[in-house]
């Protein structure tokens, strides 16, 4: 089977969330099947000089913006065994950053059409186009509209990827003539609420829509998850299912990885101590056996911060100790810069986002709190638990899919249901029990350690709907 996996942003070449992990896991897994999934993300200016280095330039083309026709350069290159399409314009990509600026519309309106006249310039036909987020969610509406019946585009099947329903690309109805370049006829296809909403249209032309994760496929069906697109969705929902993402078992591996003091893994948990030791050394905090909670995340609200702070200095008296990485909002900032100060020799904090600081959170931590309002997957619980760390989440989303209760056979960290500083607090009483019984928690280590949450199981999930696309 042919696969365009078509995205934003994807790793190796950029990234600035996890949609760049799965743009750059899944379709090597897939491969790894003995399929043909193939990548086509945009050309920005800020990819490092020596990934450009190795892009080979295939040929261009002009791609039709409403009235007007722009260049387009298409690069390829091979990377872990996946072909990468680039596409170039540098009016559009040659910029500091990816996301932010007041012609994203025009510039993913540009990339979504340059993705299908892609095709008529190299020899691959897909049989299957995965578009993914509003960036790339016109790709299914512009096939629909333009493409499907054109010699050469028959019989692809399209299915659309939701990573974060927070973000529709939702711009004023003037878009559609001046920019989307459709007839004005399909306005009630791009419409939703009184604005064009790309996501809504993609929800309508694709034929089959997915989330990451099982949970949030049903949890976005209910206004409180939604943020107003649950009326389409629930229209929808016979297309619509859920695949709980993976990670990389490779890049994030204990035993080989060189970012942590001393690398261990299930036959040899002694280099954990020596990373909690070095992490209370690099943070500042006093030393001693107390259990060290780990944060790394992004300041916002939707990640539950405003439990942690809440409750946080209960926590404390309950002998725990904190490594915190990273920035956001400034309310957030300032309260946790304020207890860094408070209470230096327990609560370390680096404000802004040091990868190989987060390895030695991930490694030196004893739990890991995602205490999420909402959680589309979630990846850092599942790269804890590969670190041997105990994540305490919320259950939401994918953090519901992966994270089970000790207190139940086979559970392999700690959750509470409902958003609730007081039942976050009791989820970390119940983990500091755990913890002080050293031959309980050694069990719930040990079992962390053999969670897999490789990618091969999300690619044959994901082979089984293209198939049924």
């Known amino acids: 089977m042919n696969i365009l996996y078509t995205a934003s942003e994807a790793l190796p070449y950029i990234a600035s969330g996890g949609l760049a992990d799965v743009a750059g896991s899944l379709p090597a897994a897939i491969n790894a099947l003995g399929h043909d999934c193939r990548v086509v993300i945009p050309l920005y200016s800020s990819i490092r000089q020596e990934l450009k280095d190795r892009l080979s330039y295939i040929t261009n083309f002009t791609v039709p913006v409403a009235w007007r026709n722009q260049y387009c350069g298409v690069f390829v290159g091979v990377e872990n065994g996946v072909t990468y399409y680039l596409l170039d314009n540098e009016y559009y990509f040659a910029r500091n950053g990816l996301y932010g600026f007041y012609d994203d519309a025009e510039r993913f309106i540009f990339f979504s059409r340059a993705v299908l006249e892609l095709l008529r310039y190299i020899d691959f036909k897909p049989d299957i186009i995965n578009a993914n987020d509003w960036q790339t969610a016109l790709v299914p509406v512009y096939y629909d509209i333009f493409y499907r019946y054109q010699p050469g585009f028959e019989d692809i099947r399209t299915v659309f990827t939701i990573h974060n329903i927070q973000y529709q690309g939702q711009y004023g109805l003037e878009l559609i003539g001046d920019l989307i370049g459709v007839p004005l006829y399909y306005t009630d296809l791009l419409s939703y609420d009184g604005d064009v909403n790309f996501l809504k249209a993609a929800v309508e032309t694709s034929d089959r829509v997915n989330t990451v994760s099982p949970s949030y496929a049903w949890e976005i069906l209910d206004p409180w998850y939604s943020h107003g ?23 994030y591996d204990p035993m080989t990885d060189p970012n ?70 400034k309310i957030y900032e300032d309260f946790f810069t304020e207890m860094h100060y408070r209470y230096p020799d327990k609560v370390g904090l680096q404000l802004g986002f040091v990868p190989e600081l987060s390895r030695r959170i991930y490694a030196g931590a004893d739990m890991f709190l995602m205490p999420s309002q909402s959680e589309p997957c979630g990846l850092a619980q599942m790269i804890a638990l590969r670190y041997g760390t ?44 755990y913890y002080d019984d050293k031959r309980k928690w050694g069990q719930l280590v040990n079992r962390a350690f053999k969670q897999d949450f490789s990618w091969e199981k999300s690619a044959k999930q994901y082979i089984e709907l293209y198939e049924k696309s």
Request: net charge neutral.
């Open 229 to 251: 697109l649950d009326r389409e969705l629930v229209h929808h929902q016979y297309k619509l299912s859920g695949i709980l993402n993976g990670i990389s078992q490779d890049i």
């Open 390 to 433: 105990i994540p305490i989440v919320r259950e939401t989303g994918g953090l519901r899919d992966s994270i089970s209760d000790a207190g139940g056979e086979g559970g392999n960290g700690f959750t509470f249901k409902t958003y609730n500083a007081h039942d976050m607090l009791d989820a970390c009483v119940r983990a500091r029990a």
């Open 260 to 329: 942590i003091a001393r690398n261990y893994g299930p036959g040899k948990k002694a280099g954990k101590k020596e990373c909690k030791k070095a992490l209370l050394e690099e943070l500042g905090l006093e030393k001693g056996d107390e259990p060290v909670i780990g944060i790394v995340t992004r300041f916002v609200s939707h990640k539950g911060l405003d439990l942690i702070k809440y409750v946080f200095e209960d926590i404390v008296q309950l002998g725990y100790k904190f490594a915190i990485l990273g920035s956001g909002e």
